[in-house]
């Protein structure tokens, strides 16, 4: 029985750990890249209902570059703007919403009719909004015929702001 607890004692004490050494802090002087989140506003579909189901379809899917975070906001630009007091379309209004929904790019349709009642024209508008400088970065509209045509072409729209290029 005394050479048992010999040999455990032996082995036991081969048997050490050695204490793990800790993380190194990052250096303090190395700053850390803010993270660039972009918030989508879905369009408001009251006058062109499935214009604004497709538009937001495709809003809800966009990917930018040097864009680290998305989110879909569930309200549309125009709530946004009424539950911050600030109704004027306009840079300082833009980048009030971008402050209150904590991101620094925004990124919106606006669906416009046409001006007399059997006018069936709809004027489609895509805007990528810079919050911190309060400037528009990228644009693009165009007035359509009808609901059909802006259906069918408003993705090209969509990609020359997503992407910078200018739409054919």
């Known amino acids: ?13 081969c048997a050490t750990t050695q204490p793990r050494p800790k993380p190194e802090p990052p250096p303090s002087h190395v700053e850390q890249k803010p993270r660039l989140k972009l918030a989508v506003l879905p369009v408001e579909g009251d006058q062109f209902p499935r214009l604004a189901q497709d538009i937001n379809g ?3 899917k966009v ?3 040097a864009v680290d975070d998305y989110f879909v906001s569930r309200a549309t630009l125009e709530v946004v703007q009424l539950s911050i007091e600030c ?12 402050k ?3 991101a620094q790019r925004l990124l919106f349709a606006q669906l416009q009719g046409g001006a007399k009642r059997r006018d069936k024209s709809v004027k ?12 528009v970065a990228r ?4 007035q359509f015929k009808n609901e059909d045509e802006a259906q069918r ?11 910078g290029k200018d739409a054919p």
């Open 1 to 13: 029985m005394r050479g048992w607890l010999v040999g455990v004692a032996l082995v036991g004490g």
């Open 58 to 60: 495709k809003l809800s």
């Open 63 to 65: 990917q930018l570059t």
């Open 87 to 98: 109704v004027e379309a306009n840079n300082a209004c833009f980048s009030s919403v971008g």
């Open 100 to 102: 209150s929904l904590a």
């Open 124 to 135: 489609v508008v895509f805007t990528l909004f810079d919050v911190p400088t309060g400037q």
């Open 139 to 142: 644009t693009a509209e165009k």
């Open 153 to 163: 072409g408003f993705a090209e729209l969509l990609e020359s702001v997503v992407t």
